[in-house]
């Protein structure tokens, strides 16, 4: 069965895309079956993955709110298998109330499909609206990535109330994976400063993997690809391989 694994954090900007798109491929790369959910309105993981957002039906939203089969939602590519979203998403929080266990939606089509998959992996939105609210119910855990700039651990307590919350009413087996330090420069202190200020806060719930500031990473989802197919060979792609790796034998 899948391990399902949210990619979350409350502010924009901070990678989780970028992570979300770049661990699938990478552990994809490993031989390991992965699925991408696209829980995020914007929909950059699905044509990041080189899906077209626009024309890709069934959709996350179609399985939420019209009752579409999530099988027949997911897309094979040869980065991983998505679940596609595009901006019809964006009001699904609110039609979703009116819908009864209306939190555990997602978790219902994502264990319908656990059994193919060794990772699934739910790109959230930039919230802790309905739709985070459902990742976390349907994650066994999830990834926080942290950008090593000068507001980082702002809105991180926000957010671990939040998972506080599930944790205690909704989902009690919610676990942290880990704290993952992105867009890290080494030449300055400040990316230095904020990596041991995250480890104090996170002690032993950091990768060691560190994701780099790397313009090939920012440029690899305007082609529709993963940073790994690219340019295999930037900083970006290795950082993620090696993610990757750290993660795969931490399974093992």
């Known amino acids: 069965m899948a391990r399902i694994i949210a990619i979350v ?4 900007g901070v990678g989780k895309t970028t992570t979300t798109v770049n661990i699938t491929a990478s552990l994809k790369a490993l031989g390991k079956r992965v699925l ?24 996350v939203y179609d399985v939420l709110i019209n009752g579409a089969d999530p099988k027949k939602s997911v897309v094979s590519t040869k980065y991983g298998d998505v679940i596609p979203s595009n901006k019809a998403l964006a009001g699904a929080g609110i039609e979703m ?8 939606l997602l978790k219902k089509a994502l264990d319908s499909l656990a059994k193919n998959y060794d990772y699934i992996f739910i790109d959230c ?4 609206e309905l739709l985070t609210v459902n990742a976390l119910c349907a994650a066994h855990s999830l990834i926080v990535p ?26 009690p087996k919610l676990a942290l994976e880990g704290v993952l330090l992105t867009m890290f420069d080494s030449r300055t202190n400040l990316s230095l400063q904020v ?31 993963p940073v790994t197919d690219y340019d295999p060979y930037s900083r970006g792609a290795e950082a993620y391989r090696s993610l990757a790796e750290e993660m795969a034998s931490a399974e093992g």
């Open 146 to 171: 942290v950008q090593c700039e000068y507001y980082a651990l702002e809105g991180l307590s926000d957010l671990l109330s939040t998972v506080r919350l599930v944790k205690r009413g909704l989902n």
């Open 97 to 104: 109330i009116a819908i009864p266990d209306r939190e555990h």
């Open 36 to 59: 991408l959910c696209d829980f995020d309105p914007q929909a950059n993981a699905t044509s990041g993955m080189g899906v077209d957002k626009n024309t890709a039906s069934p959709n």
């Open 195 to 225: 990596a041991e200020e995250v480890k104090r806060h996170f002690p032993g719930q950091v990768y060691a993997t560190v994701i780099p500031r790397n313009v090939r990473l920012s440029e690899a989802p305007s082609h529709g690809m």
């Open 9 to 12: 954090n409350q502010k924009g």
């Open 125 to 128: 939105p930039p919230s802790l």
